[in-house]
């Protein structure tokens, strides 16, 4: 390990961080909750605009209804604190409007121009920064963090619960909570090595000696419905399993809703 990793602090957080899922049920008071809020918003953020908003989910019930829409991950409900990250575009479009935006791309004659899928991926690099932010400032308090992908499943269900408008898409979710484990004692969880994940000057295609390499690292003592090997079991249980077609369906809904014409 680098020196530099086991001196400076901010390091040592970055290095040592990994998902929490068990917490204790003690409350993360409004001051923490404050500087984690904080810490989120001092991130980059494209052109300074800040396309995101942060939505606290503290209804016991819209919690509980949430393990359901997320793929039944019931920490959601045991999560102290949970906080979606909403790429949020609306906010900018209402502003335009309100300032008489369109009026005046007439009047230059110039097209005015609405929502495209690129502003779509520029917000949600936003709200993905500035989650990414909110973990690592609430992990240098002790408190641990796990995101919930499946936010962005169940379309329909989530913007009629949070009232969410056309072009306000939730990105990711993040529960929070003081671990219930020791982690000093936890084995953090591997990751691929370097040369396979950081190229120079031109992007590497691996091949399949490489990705023997790659794997070579992860033992799995059971493999998912009868796997012969990892990719088999990634693919089963991960990319072609029911809540990844359940994501897919819905982000295609999100993304068809963003771009329409009305
Ligand atoms: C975009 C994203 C989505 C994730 N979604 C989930 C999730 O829905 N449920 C969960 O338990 N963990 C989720 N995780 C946590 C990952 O499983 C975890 O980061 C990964 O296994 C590596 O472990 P570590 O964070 O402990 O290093 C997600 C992480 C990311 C970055």
């Given at each position: 390990m680098n020196n530099l990793e086991q001196i400076n602090e901010v390091l040592k957080v970055i290095k040592n961080r990994c998902s929490v899922r068990a917490y204790k049920a003690k409350p993360i008071s409004q001051k923490k909750i404050d500087v984690i809020i904080n810490g989120a918003i001092r991130a980059p953020t494209a052109c300074n605009m800040m396309q995101y908003s942060i939505l606290e989910v503290k209804d016991q019930e819209m919690k509980e209804k949430l393990v359901k829409t997320c793929d039944?991950?019931?920490h959601i409900a045991k999560a102290p604190l949970v906080l979606i990250f909403l790429a949020d575009v609306q906010r900018w479009q209402d502003y335009y409007r309100i300032s008489k935006v369109p009026e005046k791309c007439k009047e230059l004659n110039q097209i005015y121009r609405a929502p495209a899928e690129s502003d779509l991926m520029l917000a949600c690099c936003d709200a993905l920064i500035a989650a990414q932010n909110a973990v690592i400032t609430a992990e240098s308090m002790g408190i641990g963090s796990c995101y919930i992908?499946?936010?962005?499943?169940?379309i329909e269900i989530h913007r009629e619960m949070f009232n969410?408008?056309?072009?306000?898409?939730?990105i990711a979710m993040l529960c929070f909570g003081y671990?219930?484990?020791?982690?000093?004692?936890r084995i953090l969880t591997s990751r691929f090595p370097k040369k396979f994940i950081h190229f120079t000057d031109n992007y590497k295609r691996l091949n399949k000696e490489d990705f023997f390499e790659m794997f070579k690292h992860i033992k799995k003592e059971s493999l998912a419905n009868?796997?012969?090997n990892i990719g088999q079991d990634y693919y089963l249980q991960k990319t072609g399993a029911d809540f990844s077609y359940e994501m897919s369906r819905s982000v295609k809904v999100a993304i068809q809703d963003w771009i329409r014409k009305d």
């Open positions: 039944n991950q019931s992908a499946d936010i962005m499943e169940n969410l408008p056309k072009w306000v898409f939730p671990p219930k484990q020791d982690l000093s004692k009868n796997a012969e």
